[in-house]
């Protein structure tokens, strides 16, 4: 009897230890301190049940809208955990539609694969889990900035920027902090995607909803400058080019270092 209840108890114990979804969920105090706590994720929007894990130390710096951890015992994953109230499913929403777009093209625009994701409902954590970009398959040579982009990054970058275009893909938030670098055999870097954030098909931009038309008007820098004017010629419809779009945001981004 006394062993059956040492082992009830351990067991409260331990369920005690297991953060639940609602406890992780955006808004919430704490979310950037869960280095080493085990928490229970909810089923993913594609079905898959990852139950609980235990994360690792947090990877990089405070995003805008969430924190990444590694996943203890899986260093091939990375969990984004999303943060900001209300912003969270959208955030989701537009990161999965964001990626879907650049999936298509593997070779010419490199970027970290979404492996699950959930955009809850303001009542449940909002996360997404993706690739550890260093324990992957760039994981030896991969570079990510941290200053001003010097001659081989820029280089990187506006090839990057010319392939998005030259596929009516339209990236509005492609500075340095969301960009990775890495090399083969030497040779020239390349640029890839660390974030799939404000990431939309040409064709889609005068139909977006005008919460998101509006954040990209900030993300487009000044209402005299070139990529801001750019736009909203696009929104408007009135024939501006995806190469057009893109080097004015290349010139707010990666040369003027805009974030």
Known sequence: MQRHDAHQARRALDDQAVMSSASIRPGLPGLSQLANRTIRLPLSDEGID?????????????????????IAGRPGLALKLIHRERSGPPSI???????RLLERFPAE?????????????????????VENLHHGRWADHVVVATGVLGERERAAARRLYDNLAARRIVAADCHRDNLFFFS????????????????FDMEEIPRLRQRILKRLSTLAGPRDGPAWAALDRAVKGLGVSAQELMEAFFELKILQDVR
């Open 93 to 99: 929403a537009r990161q999965v539609a964001g990626y």
């Open 184 to 199: 083969e055999n030497a040779g020239d870097l390349t640029a890839g995607i660390l974030d799939h954030d404000y990431i």
């Open 109 to 129: 625009i490199p970027t970290v694969k979404i492996v699950a994701s959930h955009c809850g409902d303001g009542e449940e954590a909002c996360y997404l889990v």
């Open 50 to 70: 990852l139950g609980a894990i235990t994360l690792g130390e947090r990877i990089g710096g405070d995003g805008h809208y969430g924190f990444v951890y590694a």
